[in-house]
């Protein structure tokens, strides 16, 4: 063998080496859950339910802000129900929740979309107001004018 055809032999083994490392782990065939829903939403955060999937022990739940995109929360848990906090009034979220298998690998991935509520308040000013030549002008308080 030359020199350029070692070099080449032994770049092949090492890209099959490295794939094989990448690649090597058993996937995860687990369905996605189902049927996720709100089960409570106030101004600052969302608290959202699934049904469980058979045979998954843990769930991957992330939280994304839908206007950037950027993911807000990340979370392994162990039972089928999760709240997010601290978010901001009036937003909305996307809720990933995806199986995960005994080996680590991720499986299929249920999406929700939920909004914080927002309050809103009116306010009501009273002028105390006298009416001169059928205009009215305010005694106290802003102008009108």
């Known amino acids: ?10 770049c092949v083994l090492l890209l099959f ?9 058993e996937g995860c065939d687990q369905p996605a ?9 106030t101004t600052t955060s969302i608290a959202i339910e699934w ?15 839908v206007v950037s995109g ?3 929360e990340t979370e392994v848990v162990d039972h089928t129900n999760y709240e997010a906090q601290q978010l901001m009034p ?7 929740v995806t199986s995960l298998c005994d080996n680590g ?4 991935t249920g999406v929700l979309l939920a909004e914080t509520n927002i309050i809103i308040v009116d306010i009501v000013m009273h002028l105390d107001c006298h009416p001169t ?13």
């Open 70 to 72: 950027d993911p807000i």
């Open 90 to 96: 009036g937003a909305e979220y996307e809720f990933h």
């Open 33 to 41: 859950p189902m049927d996720i829903w709100v089960t409570e939403a």
């Open 105 to 108: 690998a991720s499986g299929g």
């Open 1 to 10: 063998m030359n020199l350029i055809t070692k070099k080449l032999a032994s």
């Open 51 to 65: 049904t469980p999937v058979v045979n998954v022990a843990e769930y991957l739940v992330t939280v994304i802000e």
């Open 133 to 145: 030549h059928n205009n009215p002008t305010p005694t106290q308080g802003p102008s009108l004018y």
């Open 17 to 25: 080496i490295v794939s094989y490392t990448m690649f090597s782990q």
